[in-house]
């Protein structure tokens, strides 16, 4: 079961609210509209992915992780190594 499954419809409602604002700039550059909005607007879409991949990340933390660390030995070992690989990859972009 994934970490997420409880809030799973939470988290699609906001994946479509982002995939919206996507399909938002794409129709911001169709009508030509103005750099800086565009910017705005890409600033907002980045900002609401960042959240979301927070609010998932906690989760696989207090579940994935947290119980691949109750049962210990390897495996919590490669869950903790995963999941700091992943807030790297996300400190990095």
Do not use: W
């Amino acid at each position: 079961m994934a970490g997420y499954t409880g809030t799973k419809q939470d988290h699609l409602r906001r994946l479509r609210r982002i995939e919206g604002q996507a399909r938002g700039l794409q129709r911001m550059v169709e009508d030509d509209k103005y750099c800086i909005d565009i910017l705005t607007q890409v600033s907002a879409t980045t900002s609401a992915l960042q959240s979301f991949a927070l609010s998932l990340l906690e989760e696989h933390l207090a579940h994935c992780v947290a119980e691949a660390t109750l049962k210990g030995g390897p495996e919590a070992d490669a869950k903790v190594k995963e999941a700091a690989e992943a807030i790297a990859r996300l400190v990095r972009s």
